[in-house]
């Protein structure tokens, strides 16, 4: 039986190792949930360089900084993002608003299964996380003012697409295109 808290290492470095320092520096500073996890803050840089990043490994960098939250709620997740998924769109805000709403999921919820998936519609990101809870009322305070602001800053929309017994659905769209200078 696979382990349900198995998520598979990402095989290639993220950024060049010299620029690695400074990106840690400045994003640390500026959001306290990245402390633990070098990658996910070079992952929020535009300006790191390399490849463009996908937003398969930005979500698997999420993942991994909230892994005790996730044990002690009793809940997991599964990244289902394909991995040639390029992200264009400014990654700062990208990834504050993944974060926000991952944590707010598991602060909501206990023992779920959080799945998130991503489609690109021509040059818009599509990405839903599915909470699969065993509560009844579910996720209800997951999306704040503040993460719909934030969204916005990219031309982005956050909302609850549907909210069952079982089952509540957030949906985060955004044009996938570089922001202009």
């Known amino acids: 039986m696979k382990n349900p808290f198995y998520i598979r290492p990402v095989e290639k470095p993220l950024v060049n190792p010299i620029h690695e320092n400074q990106l840690i520096r400045t994003q640390m500073e500026s959001n306290p949930h990245f402390k633990k996890n070098s990658m996910a803050t070079a992952l929020m840089s535009n300006n790191s360089p390399g490849p463009t990043i996908t937003l398969e490994r930005l979500v698997h ?69 599915y909470d699969n809870h065993e509560a009844d009322n579910g996720v209800k305070n997951v999306i704040s003012e503040l993460v719909r602001v934030e969204a916005k800053k990219i031309g982005g929309y956050v909302g609850i697409t549907r909210h069952q017994k079982n089952q509540t659905v957030i949906a985060f769209s955004f044009p996938n295109v570089p922001m202009a200078a």
């Open 61 to 129: 960098a999420l993942i991994n900084v909230k892994l005790e939250s996730v044990v002690r709620k009793k809940s997991f997740f599964i990244n289902e993002i394909q991995r040639n998924v390029p992200l264009m769109a400014d990654r700062s805000v990208v990834t504050n608003v993944l974060d926000s709403l991952l944590q707010n999921v598991l602060n909501e919820t206990n023992s779920s299964c959080i799945r998130i998936s991503a489609k690109a519609y021509s040059q818009v990101l599509l990405i839903h996380i």
